[in-house]
């Protein structure tokens, strides 16, 4: 990341990552090319797992650390779905090949619906 053409210091790249709101932003910020559609479907699992990432690892080179976090997440999420990554605890939690802990029952929407008569 440069301001001005000067480089700047991986203290300052942190502090700017930490202003940041979207997710383009940081793409931007990081130079990481992107494709919009695969971006718009899994944008939050994206920087969770950059999050997850920046968490193992050392920082001597931040803005190269930084970058190369934003590239895996995104290369995890542009092969495939959010689904298959299960970052979120949500999603953890209902993954079909568990069953159901006691007391958290799953139930479907429509049977909710079904039991008030509602038309689809």
Same mark, same amino acid.
């Not at 990341?1 to 001005?4: A, G, I, P, S, W």
């Not at 700047?8 to 300052?12: L, M, N, Q």
């Not at 942190?14 to 990552?17: K, M, S, T, V």
């Not at 079909?96 to 049977?111: D, I, N, S």
């Given at each position: 990341?440069?301001?001005?053409g000067?480089a700047? !210091? !991986?203290?300052?790249i942190?502090?700017?990552?930490k202003?940041? !709101?979207?997710?383009?932003?940081?793409?931007e910020a990081?130079?990481?090319?992107?494709?919009?559609?695969?971006?718009?479907?899994?944008?939050?699992?994206?920087?969770?797992r950059?999050?997850?990432y920046l968490?193992?690892?050392n920082? !001597?080179d931040?803005?190269?650390?930084?970058r190369?976090?934003l590239?895996?997440?995104y290369?995890?999420f542009?092969a495939?779905?959010?689904l298959?990554?299960?970052?979120?605890?949500?999603?953890?939690?209902?993954d079909?090949?568990?069953?159901?802990?006691?007391?958290?029952?799953?139930?479907?929407?429509?049977?909710v619906?079904?039991?008030?008569?509602?038309d689809?």
């Open positions: 990341m440069t301001c001005d000067e700047v !210091s !991986s203290d300052a942190f502090a700017r990552l202003n940041l !709101s979207t997710a383009e932003e940081f793409f990081l130079d990481v090319s992107f494709e919009p559609k695969v971006l718009d479907v899994s944008r939050l699992h994206i920087m969770k950059m999050g997850q968490a193992e690892e920082f !001597s931040h803005r190269a650390r930084a190369d976090a590239e895996r997440a290369a995890d542009a495939s779905s959010p298959s990554h299960r970052v979120f605890r949500v999603l953890e939690q209902r079909p090949t568990k069953t159901a802990a006691p007391g958290q029952t799953f139930v479907p929407l429509e049977t619906l079904e039991s008030f008569g509602s689809k």
